[in-house]
């Protein structure tokens, strides 16, 4: 018998999916934009905004997917946070080698998949209606 869907789950979709827009709108401008946007985006790691922006699209898939209580959540709530520790770490070595970086995007990779793993962690084992 499935387990019913977790009431924390629809805020943190809708959370998800917000944040995937946003994350999608903001790469996008940074890779595609005007040079303002680009300007304004400061000291960028390519590697990092191609991640970001190509990121926001799996955090759509997985706010989906959280929303409609779908087994493939916590894979894809896994999978999201394991890669952008990924990236996290080429970004460290990036900084570390003298490379200009910004400081937001320091803070801003942890969050990232801090919030992923902790939504991944929260589904735990559940069997998930489809």
Request: overall charge positive; charged content about 5%.
């Amino acid at each position: 018998m499935p387990h019913p869907t977790p009431r924390w789950t629809r805020p943190v979709a809708l959370a998800a999916a917000a944040f995937g827009a946003l994350t999608l709108f903001s790469g996008s401008m940074v890779l595609f934009g005007p040079r303002a946007a680009q300007d304004a985006a400061g000291n960028v790691v390519p590697f990092v905004v191609i991640f970001n922006t190509a990121a926001g699209v799996a955090y759509l898939a997985g706010a989906v997917a959280l929303w409609r209580n779908h087994p493939a959540a916590k894979p894809i709530a896994l999978a999201i946070g394991v890669a952008t520790l990924v990236v996290l770490a080429g970004f460290a070595v990036t900084a570390l080698t003298g490379a200009p970086v910004e400081l937001r995007t320091a803070l801003a990779l942890p969050f990232r998949a801090a919030f992923w793993l902790v939504i991944a962690w929260g589904l735990g084992n559940q069997t998930h209606a489809a």
